[in-house]
């Protein structure tokens, strides 16, 4: 994919914008800080991502346990899937960090209901998104990898998204002609002078074929480009779907993990020097049972994991609490419990990342009395 | 030929067919009111379409298989391989439907009934994107939506609301009455999420300055209503039934009225009054008006429409045929964009379904971010140009154009404005299009043609 010019994601995000309170002159990318958040629809096993060295997790779950001998020690109790490889080396160099047993206030087990309210943070019903809260809050720009805009980036801040051509493009002159023809027509005339700025070639394969390694690593990398140049969105946002292992889990969990892995170093690359000051959020609306289900998977939970990666990340480390596996301490007597409140890491990371006000946080972003997750920053 | 015969084909009815335009332009209101009948909703084609109560029973006997133990969430835990030949059968159910209502859109006779349908699915969104009303959305729309579109506003909102896949998509089937003894027994309670949405999606909206407290009632008094499961026997096994030992029982009050019903009747009488609410006729004409004219209608034509439906008691057919009369909807400048449904079955009836679709079928709903049944969230799809057309989603409506003009590229492209637009071709796309380079770039610029594009 040809780089993406500064005007071209201005004049994009101008289309979104027309709703927007936010005066343009504040709202273009005064801050080279990039925050971008990964939803893994369906649900991903973070027991499986990050296994707990412990007596209860064997029996729990030997049944889908990756071989010990592959699995990846932080030497903290803790150990990474074995596909999951340069987040290990990340996690070393001080550039991811994991926060187990998190969960949003969501406590049934619906991924319907579960996306909506990780994407809204608010009660049943609620019609915009906390990140284009967020970007009403900071006023930065929104910009998200997919066909159609996500409910978290829906509502009255600048925000569009972007995908790559599912068909051929049209020829150049073909544009032309139809730039003559919506002549006078607003509509389709700001609109397509705006698509033609758009880049051509490369990233022509679907986002949604290809299997988990080849989307995620697609849309992980699209993102990191997007946002690299100067001036580009502040904010990002991408869904990786397919991750409700409820049979089969190891071999279905494998490619996925390796897409998730594969697709953070080439979001790492994309972003170029721009890593330095970025953080991922990559978390589920929820966690699965802790203990393995009669057809080698796991059902829908509460305790999920998040993990942040990015050069702006307070890395190396595990933030917030560890509720354990003992059969006292599992949420309704079978999911990992929900020591961490999602919402108080969001707004960890909305402040000290991004620098979004307290109150503004409070009152608008993440309603509710969550406190900030303290140091997910450097 | 008169613009009134292009208008009724393609802003009333779902866009000329070859000939179309000729063969209306009679009379092309009288065209539309004879479309008002129990026969166009009965033409749908569902006889191979399995009814919502078969897909809950066939559902409720993968459950007996389960083996993880019975959980109180909104999702009820079901054996994975169970789960996994139920999920095949929900793809190949909702594949099935959408096959079905693609295939109508191309070919009904009475596209105005049609548009009208989906107009009112719209409006009673049940999404296929929940796990088990994947199986549930179509038979929704040809069971709850399909035969009541021509009654009243309150006998559609009853058959909708009532159905099992909107008791099931917001939830109502799992509420219970915060004070039953069920509740007590097995920590379940209250869920607000269908009184909430039916008042403010369905009926008055907010404008009504309806507060948590109306909300909270109207969901206690819906308690009891749910779908039959295997404990209340086979015969009542998926359909919708009202079950009193989860009712909470006692006066509710809504909007300042007291409702002392007993039983299911009371949520009945409480929907009646939501219905013949003014603010219900307010936003049931500025919708339709919306829908049919621009996305910033005319006041005049949403005062009419508002009228109609207050001194007709909500009656539908008078509703429509009071729009059939307005001047404003016929109003020579088309100005709604068209959706990506829209625009797909438009061209359809155009140019024919394989042609429109030619096996990309999945790629072009999953670009254009519109796959039948699938709206993001009960409020349905959007429905303002602002919505549909951007940077991405134009693009994407141009490279569809382009595949199909490279797939058929003896389409003629100056027939097509003929058959499809008539007198609504504008000079500048004759032109366009006769200047074209080629036979194909011809068919890219008709097809995207602003006058194609709008309605």
Partial sequence: MSALSRRTLLTLLAAAGSASLVPPAFAQGVSDRRFIFVILRGAMDGLAALIPDDRETEGLRGAILPAESAQLDLGNGFRLHPALTDLHALYGASEAAFVHAVASPYRDRSHFDGQDVLETMGPAGTRDGWLNRALQAGGMDGLAVGYALPLALKGDGRATNWSPPVFDAAPADTLERLADLYAGDPVFAAPLAMARSLPEQGMSANLSRGGPVAQYRQALSAIGELMAPDGAPGVGMVSLDGWDTHANQPGVLQTRLQGLNQGVVALKDALGDRWASTCVVMCSEFGRTAAANGTRGTDHGTGGLAILAGGAVAGGRMHGDWPGLAPGALHEGRDLAPANDLAGLLKGVLRDHLGLDRARLDSLVLPGGARPMDDLII | MSIHSAIATNRFGLGARPGDIDAVADDPPAWLREQLTEDAAESYPADSLISAREHLRSFYDYRLTRSARNQSGSEPQVDPEAAARYLRDARRTIVQEIQARTLHGESTDTPFHERLTRFWSNHFTVSARKFLTTTLAGAYEREAIRPNILGTFEALAEAAIFHPAMLIYLDNWQSVGPSTRPAERRELGLNENLAREVM????????????????????????????????????????????????????????????????????????????????????????????????????????????????????????????????????????????????????????????????????????????????????????????????????????????????????????????????????????????????????????????????
């Fill in chain 2, 200 to 455: 403010e999606l369905h009926t008055v909206t907010p404008a009504s300055g309806y507060t948590q407290e109306d909300v909270t009632e109207f969901a206690k008094a819906l308690t009891g209503w749910t779908v039959g499961n295997p404990r209340f026997g086979q015969m009542r096994k998926g359909e919708t039934l009202f079950a009193g030992p989860i009712h909470e029982s006692g006066t509710r009050t809504v909007l300042g009225k007291r409702y002392t019903q007993s039983g299911g009747q009371q949520a009945k009488a409480i929907l009646h009054d939501l219905c013949a609410h003014p603010d219900t006729a307010k936003s049931v004409a500025f919708k339709l008006a919306r829908h049919m004219v621009a996305d910033e209608p005319p006041q005049s034509l949403i005062s009419k429409l508002e009228v109609s439906f207050r001194t007709s008691g909500g009656d539908l057919t008078a509703l429509y045929e009071t729009l059939i009369d307005a001047p404003e909807a016929w109003e020579a400048e088309p100005r709604k964009v068209k959706s990506p449904d829209e625009l797909l079955t438009s061209t359809s009836r155009l140019i024919g379904l394989n042609r429109t679709l030619a096996g990309d079928a999945r790629d072009v709903f999953e670009s254009f971010a519109q796959s039948p049944f699938t709206a993001p969230s009960p409020e349905g799809w959007p429905d303002t140009a602002e919505a549909w057309i951007g940077p991405d989603s134009l693009n994407k409506r141009i490279e569809w154009a382009g595949r199909i003009a490279e797939r058929f590229p003896t389409l003629d492209a100056r027939q097509i404005l003929v058959d499809g637009l008539g007198d609504l071709a504008t000079e500048t796309t004759r032109q366009a299009v006769a200047r074209a380079e080629s036979g194909s770039q011809a068919l890219v610029l008709a097809l995207m043609s602003p006058d194609f594009q709008r309605r």
